[in-house]
Every structure is written in structure tokens, then in C-alpha cells.
């Protein structure tokens, strides 16, 4: 079939209409037709590549999001800051300056055993953590990602931390923090599902990053380790009974033996919470009687001390039971106060070292 095209009147058709592209108004028609759907191409292919960047960042967002609820990297912040004090310390009772390479180095190397603990504990306790709603989003039990991988982060992090530690600080830095990260895995965390002790046994581990951060700088264990060991080993108690209160609920649904689960009365927690936090106001003065603070730090740590025990008179009056949705709040109140404490004096001595 052939077109007709009649001058002195406006084009009918400019192709074959049953084989080819029209245009009823003007000539050049289908030359205009094609640059369009060529545009249209482009643009369609603009969209799908800025498409697929944006799958990629969100998938690189989102990997890099599971690393550091694996790693735990707040958790793993509070330890890097408590080392830190006790490298200060160290490092102002030797004579040197505490902004170092070494500092630096020491802080890695903390870090990294940290992480990668934090890491190995979430692969033991996988099925734990799909128990309870707290943590049944976390990578492993929401299947994000596979317990091989996360083994192998865990362990690459522990040990090369570990003998990182030992050739850029020192032998004993090294072998402390590795022996640190096998108790925590070896005694603390399987004893959670047997009885209430492991809060006791898992305050020993968690009251070594200052020792550490202190060994880094020395070099060697001395009396100073043992005070600043005794103020984080005691903070954590009521630290740790305060959020096993908290999640009193998800935590027995996981089968986790804390205190409040085993005795829901919460009598017996409130009485620790309450015997910790009293004995932490002596414990915390004691760097001012070995020389590694002065009368600055003595007053706030006083004052400090005095108002975490006052919020923690407030899980005794009125006592509640720790299945009582009354007591949480108060709880909460607790578990902020001893976030806020521990930095906070540590901060306090750091600045008063020695003066």
C-alpha cells in the first residue's frame, strides 16, 4: 500500500499507516518520532542506574549496620573510653604525655577484642537472642547474616586484637585482654542460662578495660589497677541488675538466669543494688588516698556517689515486684544514672589526676 500526500493541504499521513510511524501535522514527523522514544530510553536508563546505586548504598548502609550491632559498637565505645582513662593515668604516673601513638594503638587494640568478643557471643547465643524481641532482630537470628561469617569476624577481631595488643603495647596487655574475651565467652556467658552467679563471674571481664588501658601505658599490674579495677567492678551491679530488671520479661523468655528472673519478688535485687551503690562512694575516693586524684575529684565523687544511691533508694520505696510494670520506669531512671555516672567520674579524675 502506498501514501498520498495532496499539496495546498495538511498532510494526511506521512508513512504507510499500517507499517510505519505517523505524524498528521507535520513533515519530518517520524525523524522526530525516533529522537523521542530515544529520549525516552535515556531517561529510562538514567532511572534504572540511579535505581540500582541507590539498592547498592542501601544495601551498603544496611551491611554496615549489622557489623556494629554485631560488634555491639556502643558497648564497645564505653570500653575504648574506660581504657582510655587508665591509660591516662598510667601515662601521667610514668611522666609522659597520655596523647600518643601508644595511646592510640592501645585504644585499637582494645577496640578490636571487644568487637570481635561481642561477636563470638552472639554466635553462641543465636538461639538465645531469637528468643526475645530485644534482640530477635539482631543479624544472626533474624538469618542477615550466617554464624560462619559472624564466627569468623569474631575470632579474626579477638585474636588479631589480641596479638596486635602484644607487639604494638606490650606482652602482658595482650595476654590480659585475650584472657579477658575467653572468660566472657568460657564462664560468663554459658553460666547466664544456669544461675544468677553470672552477673558476679561476668563483672570480673567487664571490669578489665581500664586494667588494660593502664597496662598499656605501664607496662605492669600495680595497686592503681587493682582501685580502678574495684570502682568498675562494683558500678556494675547495680548497672547490670537495672537492666535485667528493665527486660525482666524478654530475658526469662530467653531462659537467662539473672536476678529477677530467679526471684521475681525483686527483693533480692533491690537489697544488691542498694549494698553496691553504698559501697561504691568509699570505693571511688580511694584513687584520692593513692595519689591519683585530688580534692576536686574527691567532692564530685562524693556528690556522684551520694545521687546514685539516691536513685537507687527509689527501686526500694515503695518496693515493687519485678514483674510490676510500676517498677520499670524506676529502673530506666537507674540504668541512665549509671550510664551517666561511670563516664562522668572517670571524666572528673582524669582532669584532678594527681593534683
Not at 35 to 54: L, P, T
Request: charged letters at 10%.
Amino acid at each position: 500500500m502506498s501514501f498520498r500526500l495532496t499539496f495546498g493541504s495538511p498532510p494526511e499521513y506521512l508513512c504507510n499507516p499500517l507499517t510505519a510511524v505517523c505524524n498528521k501535522k507535520y513533515l519530518g514527523g517520524p525523524i522526530v518520532a525516533n529522537r523521542a522514544n530515544s529520549a525516552e530510553g535515556d531517561k529510562v536508563a538514567i532511572v534504572g542506574s540511579m535505581f540500582q546505586k541507590q539498592v547498592s548504598t542501601s544495601r551498603g548502609v544496611s551491611l554496615l549496620r549489622d557489623y556494629a550491632e554485631l560488634t555491639k559498637a556502643r558497648i564497645t565505645t564505653l570500653i575504648v573510653l574506660t581504657a582510655w582513662c587508665g591509660y591516662f593515668l598510667g601515662a601521667h604516673k610514668t611522666g609522659v604525655s597520655s596523647w600518643s601513638v601508644g595511646l592510640l594503638r592501645a585504644l585499637l587494640g582494645v577496640a578490636l577484642v571487644s568487637s570481635g568478643t561481642a561477636a563470638l557471643n552472639e554466635v553462641i547465643e543465636t538461639s538465645v537472642d531469637a528468643r526475645m524481641r530485644r534482640t530477635s532482630n539482631r543479624p544472626l537470628p533474624s538469618g542477615r547474616m550466617s554464624r560462619v561469617h559472624a564466627a569468623a569476624i569474631g575470632l579474626t577481631l579477638t585474636l588479631g586484637g589480641s596479638l596486635y595488643l602484644v607487639f604494638s603495647a606490650n606482652a602482658l596487655t595482650g595476654l590480659l585482654v585475650f584472657l579477658t574475651a575467653l572468660v566472657y565467652l568460657a564462664a560468663y556467658t554459658p553460666l547466664k542460662q544456669v544461675s544468677s552467679i553470672c552477673t558476679f563471674v561476668g563483672a570480673f571481664p567487664g571490669a578489665m578495660p581500664v586494667v588494660l588501658g593502664w597496662t598499656a601505658a605501664r607496662g605492669r599490674l600495680e595497686m592503681e589497677t587493682l582501685v580502678l579495677f574495684a570502682i568498675m567492678f562494683v558500678w556494675q551491679f547495680p548497672h547490670f541488675l537495672s537492666i535485667a530488671w528493665l527486660y525482666r520479661e524478654d530475658y526469662a523468655m530467653g531462659d537467662i538466669r539473672m536476678l529477677p528472673v530467679v526471684q521475681a519478688d525483686g527483693k533480692s535485687t533491690v537489697w544488691r543494688i542498694l549494698t553496691y551503690s553504698a559501697i561504691l562512694i568509699p570505693v571511688s575516693v580511694m584513687p584520692v588516698f593513692m595519689g591519683m586524684a585530688g580534692r576536686v575529684y574527691l567532692a564530685g565523687a562524693v556528690l556522684m556517689g551520694a545521687a546514685l544511691f539516691r536513685v537507687s533508694l527509689g527501686m526500694a520505696f515503695p518496693q515493687l515486684a519485678a514483674t510490676a510494670a510500676a517498677s520499670k520506669p524506676r529502673a530506666r531512671q537507674l540504668l541512665w544514672a549509671t550510664i551517666f555516672y561511670l563516664p562522668a567520674l572517670f571524666a572528673l579524675m582524669m582532669v584532678n589526676s594527681g593534683t
